[in-house]
């Protein structure tokens, strides 16, 4: 069956470091690939999508890549702040209208 | 507003209750999708509509939950018979623009579900 895994521990880095999540999938050819971050007590918010015919995507301090021959997409966000705190989501897309498939998700704590 | 809402915020309901979760999408949005939170986790597809059709409802977990979209716009949820292990977040999201091709979806802030 198909499967996502990202990094199971918490990130804990200090800022104005990088920042680097990883997603991995196993069982799956996804068309697209979505980035969300959630806070505590709310939902999810869109970050990225990156297409199966894209290496890499960029937006302001974050940057995504994927590749589909290793079936990874990394996460970065570059010169990370206290407020980039939050739980990040990776989501495949389940082929069918457009309903996601999400990964765990990883905590990331930038310290000051 | 601008944004996906959803109702109850916090729902406490016991045991073998019946509860309905309202969620409003995006004027225009003609996508709309359930998902269940649990905690530490990411969330889980329920179901999803596009305009008033339910065109997928594998993700629901048994025959006691029930979603509708009669005019293509508010969406309810209703859970029949509460049990403990539907104590979980609720999430409503909407997409795609009427028109467009857009993926990404926009999330309402979730109902906190227990069952006790």
């Known amino acids: 069956s198909q499967k996502i895994e990202q990094n199971s521990e918490a990130l804990n880095i200090q800022e104005g470091k990088t920042a680097t999540l990883t997603c991995n999938y196993t069982?799956?050819?996804?068309?697209?690939l979505q980035w969300y971050r959630q806070d505590p007590g709310r939902g999810p918010v869109f970050l990225l999508l990156i297409r199966e015919n894209e290496k890499e995507k960029r937006k302001e301090r974050l940057k995504v890549t994927f590749d589909t021959t290793l079936k990874q997409s990394l996460f970065h966000i570059t010169a990370s702040q206290p407020a980039d705190s939050a739980t990040y989501l990776c989501?495949?897309?389940?082929?069918?209208?457009?309903?996601?498939?999400f990964g765990q998700g990883t905590e990331l704590s930038v310290k000051p | 507003g601008a944004g996906v809402s959803q109702s109850p915020r916090y729902k406490v309901a016991k045991r073998g209750q019946d509860v309905a979760l309202r969620c409003d999408p995006i004027s225009g949005h003609v996508s709309l999708f359930w998902y269940q939170q649990a905690l530490g986790q990411g969330p889980e597809f329920l179901t999803y509509?596009?305009?008033?059709?339910?065109?997928?409802k594998s993700g629901l977990p048994s025959d006691r939950f029930f979603a509708e979209r009669p005019e293509g716009s508010v969406s309810t949820l209703k859970i029949q018979r509460t049990q403990q292990e539907d104590s979980a977040v609720y999430l409503c999201?909407?997409?795609?623009?009427?028109?467009?091709?857009?993926?990404?979806?926009?999330f309402g802030p979730g109902t906190r579900l227990t069952v006790t």
């Open positions: 509509f596009q305009n008033e059709a339910q065109l997928d």
């Open positions: 989501a495949l897309d389940g082929n069918q209208g457009g309903k996601l498939i």
């Open positions: 069982n799956y050819s996804p068309a697209y």
């Open positions: 999201a909407s997409s795609r623009p009427e028109g467009t091709v857009r993926y990404e979806q926009y």
